[in-house]
C-alpha cells in the first residue's frame, strides 16, 4: 500500500458525508463477527485503523448508530452507510469502512478476527487469523508486521 501524504477521501454512498484520512493505516481488518454480518449485510466488514488525528470529515454530520453503546458506530444520516468506528476505549483511534474510500482497491486485510463466527464460504486473503480479537499484547507486532509489508 503507498503511503497517502496528501490523504485518501472517501464517503457515503449518497454523497451527504465525506470524510479523508491522511498517511497510511496503521492496519488494515475484516471482522467476521455477526454483528459486522448484519451491519454490513454482507459476510465481513472491511476497515482500516489511522490514528483519531489524521481522519477528519469534510462534508456532513455522520450519526451514531448500530447499538448505540460505548463503541461509536457512525452512519450517514440520510442513506445510513456505516462509514467508521470510534471503538470503545480507543479515542485515539477510528476504524474506517476501507470500501467507503473512493478507492478501495489496496485495502486488502492484513488481519482477520472472529473467525470462530465467519461465514463457512468467507475467505480472506489475510496474512493473520484468530478465532476473536488478537491479543492486546500482540498487536504492537502485528503494526509492526503491517508496516513492513
Known sequence: ??????????????????????????????????????????????????????????????????????TRHFFCPHCMSWLFTRPEGLDAFVNVRATMFDDASDFAPFIETYTSEALPWAKTPAAHSFEKFPPMELYAELVQDFARS
Open 1 to 70: 500500500m503507498a503511503d497517502q501524504g496528501s490523504g485518501r477521501e472517501g464517503g457515503c454512498r449518497c454523497g451527504h458525508v465525506r470524510f479523508r484520512a491522511n498517511g497510511r493505516p496503521i492496519i488494515t481488518m475484516a471482522c467476521h463477527c455477526t454483528g459486522c454480518q448484519r451491519m454490513t449485510a454482507s459476510a465481513f466488514s472491511l476497515s482500516a485503523l489511522y490514528p483519531s488525528d489524521s481522519f477528519e470529515v469534510l462534508q456532513g454530520e455522520p450519526v451514531i448508530g448500530g447499538l448505540h453503546g460505548a
